[in-house]
């Protein structure tokens, strides 16, 4: 079980998951929460190629940690711009976001 | 070669430059000074006649071959030149594309609608014109090409005529689409070429494969033959023109239709000599249907610049037959046509501007029994007709009596269909200025002035071009063939 | 102790940061001075990069490289930086509170863009390249209360978080094939293994970040949106600096692959095709002139992936001209927009009517911007067009060329349809005159200059571009 | 310049011949207004023509060998085209002919065309013809003959629709051009054959060579036959000689010198010019003979069925020119030309002559100028009849010798038929002749009801332009006041004296031109004169053939005094009584009906129309559905990018998802 192809399956499905959940929820913070999801699948990846393969121990770890605290910076201006769209529509649907097209 | 560079006065860059100068000139001049615009254009379309004249005098038949070279490297890394030179096939191109200017300046001189604008775009698309004859390297003939071409667009949409937005648009599209071909076609040929060059004559001395060739060709025939109103690529032509003000169609059908069958030949037919042979057979198919076709349709056209759309496509289908020939009278009366169609044209389109300007329509049956009320304008019109149907001593008719005894050698049918179609040329040029011109004094049009002795001058001058070479063909035909002698040989 | 000369240009830049960092935290707001200061400092940016052009040298452990290639790529974003900021004398479309962090925000952006064309080392491209998305994000979402702007920013933010994943997710790939994430040995490791799935993916799935950035199919789907719905001074600065580091990263990021792989080039042939056609296509039938030339920046991604696509040093040569040929000319039509619609509301194409009279300068440049764009000689756009379609011939892509010209033609027509609203349409009702300052003027004057000049005297900076991509390989 | 000075003949050829040209573009470029003076620059020009003319016949006329002058006017490649002079005998004569018609026919003019709004432009035209034309008889080589050929037509057309705002008169011009056109192209095609298969274009060469028999014989036929085709087409032969009589729409002098004496004998004269080459085909020769007949039978009963006075001359033209053609396709070279210089001065006297009774009534309707008293025009009736008189072939006319000349080539034929074929004919002529002349000497008293089909719509017309152009003199301060004057020579002044010595010098020549038969003969055959045993001479054989011929003459007279003059005659004809027969001459044997049918459903209504339409929807289009399709798929594609951030990311995401399955698959 504690092999690389597990936690790669592992973490193509936390992306896959994410993937499907920005395609899908209609709430703008679920659409936040699901890119989060996706931002650590791919930093499960890091980490178990970092375990398995690579021969500098700390470079994997060294950029998951980067990826969080980035992944943090970027919840915090998707907050504020969320909030600004529910002062507008006094919603967070992202189906009110829909005037421009063509 | 070398040595020999950019030893004399650069007379050719001058000659760009006259156009390119006066374009600058041009645009600092202050709104509302439009009579001081006009004087300017006529002045610096002056000084570009005058040096192609004395270029044209200077020029050594007996020598012959590319003279007046200047070649300096532009562009290291991909081999492009600034090279120019005059030979036999462009120095009458580059004598018409004056003479058509500085009458065109000439015509458009009661012109009042942003005159400013207007004659800077036209030296602009002079610039191109004479560039591209200019230039022996292949970058430059494009960039010159398409600099010839876009000015057309505002020229046709702002100061233009019938349909003047969708007629602009479509010729702009039309021919600029002709360069989707040209330049990939130019590109190909440089990357093939290994020399790495854009320098025509390296480039044609490195020689292609025959398949390299074969591809090459048809690209750049295409390609041009779209400006050069090949048939079926010719319907921008009629409705362009319809379009298009006076002095624009002069230089349009005059020059620039020219510079699609002077591609055709000096880069198609100098660089793929081999595709030439390959497709000559369709060249000359696509010419002659050009020719009747074009006669046949004209004959039911009611508007004389239409009438005179159609005429080129049938004209211009002579210049095609006669490359197609790949004999040296053949590409002799090619390109003598073209010098011979453009001045014809120019005068064409001058005549149809004036009535045009007056009566506002260019309707046949609108107009009727012209001859009346403007004997000298329509004198003008009906002397481009007989130039048109190939009447003798007028300069066109050299040039299609050596293009046919060369198409009838080579492709006996289609020669005689051609010949055939002058027939119908003479039925449907006679038929306008029947319909037009004769016939009772039409009181619609009693109070017109005819033409004042201002606007005369430039279509006198345009007739006696053609007279005169219709006169003395040798002095244009031994240049020509001081060029094409040796560049048939290289076939 | 020398090496921290090579990184002055984005000390600079930083210190411009805090600068207005701290005017930011002002009550009092001054508009007025804020532009004046701006634009002298941006200006001594320009300044600052071109004396830093020559530098070369690596800093962070190898992780950050200076060399022509990026000292090139920061001066084309000073100048671009430079060129947005100088148009902000009228900055309606953001609330005159806010001048100073949108200002802020501009600098930081271009921070984090100088340090992606330097960035050699995975992790400092990821961080580099979020630092400027971030600001980026909020600048979008800045614009004064009209309609648009929070749909527009949350567009935004969305779709570049999900690229913003899916680069991570593919980097992290990249590392798990290669057991590095420095590019020098990236690119020594990485061709041998593109016959393998997972580096492909691993570098599609990384490129897709930075194909959003330069908005090239099928990751274009902000930028019409934010194109419109952005304040104008912002498009201008997305759609020219911006475009810039994208270019400078793909044309990197692509160069791993060493031209080994055929899938993948056809990959780039594929979605080249898709960008110019689509974005061509759309564009015609736009009626608003920012998104129109949103549309029209999708198909130039395209173009410029031509010359990236052929893999060799001419071609990438020929993208970056292409790059310094597009900065100038979107520039040029976009200053053209700004100065009309000075009260920094969304232009519509037919209200460029009667420009000719109301201004015959920006008419001008306008015009000379738009054939710029459709690729007519004498202008930049025309040789940047040219050289990249030599590159890609050299290659043997004869359909690929053509396809391209075939766009290019068909772009004619939407550009000319804006040209005949400048130039041939009359006003229903008048306009008020477009006023056009000394500095704007001779703004203009220096651009229509520019782009004929670097056109037809292409030879020098086709020399710098050679030199700045052999040094991408060394 | 000093090459022009040193040799006289050279500069009298050159000035004889470019005179013309430049008094036309002298009174084109400066003197239009000046209506006076244009007409005198250009008689001026055309009088010393005919004096070069004259000396160089003088000096030249004993030199044995033809003398050349040529400079090359187009080298392009192998094909020199020379420009040049030919004198031989044959152009010498020719020469002056066109050069004594062409003034004469000015000098004329000054009277006819007096007042006119277009006087300059008259003079320019005839000064345009008179270059044409004479540089045409002179060239030295085929290509030049053609481009003054075309010249020639070019004047033709000018000058045939001189009355420009008469849409007849445009219509006219424009047929003839076209009709010789179609000519022209054969004559054009079967040059270039020529070129291609032989080299050479000089006419002394090409003559030389086919009597050599170095030109295989396939390349003289086929040439032969297309040449001929530009006889038929300038000549008016058939199937192309219905143009000539439209071409009377013109001013009566152009009638009188371009349709009858010079520009329409150009055909012939060339088929002469390269005799010996058409002569080494005898199936060319053969089928111009033939072609010959047919014209010179067709056109004389359409002859028969008009009352227009210068129909009758046009179709008497065209059946005379007929006469020449089978003269020379016999074998007759210089029955041919001889032929054509007598007809040249009595066919020119004819139509001036005609010229002077439509000058004074107004009208073209031989019943019209009967009734109005034509026979009171002394002077112009004399010289009328005697015209007619040579016309018919009788003693001592010119046209008597001339005729017998032919007659006797076609007797010494082995086939009779075509001798029959011209005997019967100068039966026609004779009685159509003399109908005319019959009818205007002794006009009916009552108006009979004579079917008008055809004759009635020209006539018409031509009383309109007759009364615009009285208008148009009156208005016209210069002119001579002869406007309200009748009837009686002495009150006519000046314009009727302009147009009366030239009446009476051709007259004069109408009258010896014949007794001159031998020394012409002489002249023109030179010293290979005597070997060909005198062929135009009549041996004591001939007699029978002599007085066959000339009772046919005088039988036509007769019969047309039996209708047209006795007292009492009924002045009907035999043809009103066969309605079908006339209807069939006055249509000009439907031929111009096949024609203008022809035209109209395979030109206009077939090629034209389906070119037309092509070019339209297909082509045209074609080209605007592809922009539009172009459009339409931008709509399209642009549903792809709808407003919703979901849907966009599911592109994307597809997108991507596209390409990653294409690669791992």
Known sequence: ?102 | MTSMEMAHFPILTAILMSTVLGLIVIMFIPDGRDKLVKQVSLVFSGIGLILCLWLYHAYDVEKGGLQFVERTLWVKSLGIYWFMGVDGINLPMLLLTAVVLFTGVLTMWELENRVKEFFAFTFLLVAGVYGVFMSMDLFWIFVWYDVSLFPMYPLIAIWGGTRKEYGGMKLTLYLLAGSVLILPGIIYLWAEGGAHTFDLFELARGGFSPQVQNIAFLMLYLGFGVLAGVWPFHTWSPVGHVAAPTAVSMIHAGVLMKLGAYGILRLGMTLCPEGLVYWADLMALLATVGIVYGAFVGLAQTDLKYVIGYSSVSHMGIVGLGLSTMTVNGINGAVFQMFAHGVMTALFFSAVGYIYDKTHTKMIPDLGGLSKTMPVASAFFIIAAFAGIGVPCMASFWAELLVFISAVQTYPVRGIFAVLGLVVSALFMLRVVMSTFYGEKNERWAHIPDVPMSLATPRIILVGVIVFFGLFPRMILDVIQSAVIPFVSSL | MMKWVLFIPELYYVLMAVVFFALSLQRKSEPRRLYTWAVILSGVGVLVAVLSARLEGMVFFDAYRVDLYSQVFKLLLALGTFWVVLTCSELEGIDSRQHAEFYLFTFICTLGMMMLVSAVELLTIYISVELSSYCLYLLVAMRRKTDEFAETGIKYFMVGSTASGFMVFGISYLFGMTHTTYVAELMKVLPGMMTEPAAIVGLVLALSGFFFKQALFPFHIWAPDVYQGAANQVTTYIATASKMAAAAIVIRFVGFSGGESAVFIKLLVVLSILSMTFGNLVAIIQKDIKRLLAYSSIAHAGYMMIGILSMTQRGYASAIYYALAYLIMNFACFMVILKIADDGHNLKIKELAGLHKRSPLLAMTLMLGLFGLAGIPPTVGFTGKFLVFAAALEQGYLTLVIIGMINATISLYYYLIVIKAAYLLEPVNPYPPVRVDKWTKSLAIFLVIAMVYVGIFPDQFVALTEAAARSLFI | MSWLFKDPVLLAAVLCTWLPFLSMAVILIFTRHKPQLSSYISIGAVSTSLICALYLLIKLVHVGEPVEYRTAWLIADDIIIPFGYLFDPLSLLMLLIVAVISFLVQVYSLGYMAGDPGFSRYYAFQSLFAWAMMDMVIAPGMLQLYIFWELVGLASYLLIGFYYEKWSAGQAGKKAFVMTRLGDIGFFLGLILLVLGFGDLGIVAMNEAAQAQAIPSYLITASALLIFCGVIGKSAQFPLLTWLPDAMEGPTPVSALLHSATMVAAGVYMFSRIFPFFAASPTAMAIALAIGTITMLLSSTMAMATYDIKQVWAYSTVSQLGFMVMGLAAGGYFAGVFHLTTHAGFKALLFLCSGVFIHEYHSNDMRDIGKGGGRSLKIPMVCMTVGALALSGVFPFSGFFSKEAIMGVLAAYPNKIWLLAGLLGALMTAYYSFRLIFMILFPKKVDATMPHDAVHYHQEKDDKIQIDHEEAAAGHGAAHGHGSSHGHEEGHGNVFWYMAWPLIILTTITLVLGFFQHSLEGFLLGHAADAHGGEGGHGAGHYALLIAAVSMGLAGIAWAYYEFGRKGASQEGFLARLPKTQALFANRWYIDRFLRRFLDRAIYGGLTNVFTRNDRRVIDGGIDGFCLFTIGSGRLFSFLQSGMLQYNLLVMVAAVGLVVLYFVV
Do not use: C, D, H
Not at chain 1, 56 to 64: D, K, L, N, R
């Open chain 1, 1 to 102: 079980m504690n092999t690389l192809s597990t936690y790669l399956i592992i973490a193509a499905l936390l992306f896959g998951l994410g993937l499907l959940g920005v395609l899908q929820r209609r709430n703008l913070i679920g659409m936040l929460i699901s890119i989060e999801l996706m931002l650590n699948g791919a930093n499960i990846n890091f980490m178990a190629f970092n375990r398995f393969l690579a021969p500098e121990p700390a470079v994997g770890q060294i950029i998951t940690l980067f990826v969080m605290g980035l992944a943090a910076a970027e919840a915090a201006i998707g907050l504020s711009i969320i909030l600004a769209l529910f002062r507008k529509f006094r919603s967070i649907n992202v189906e009110r976001a829909q005037q421009m097209r063509g």
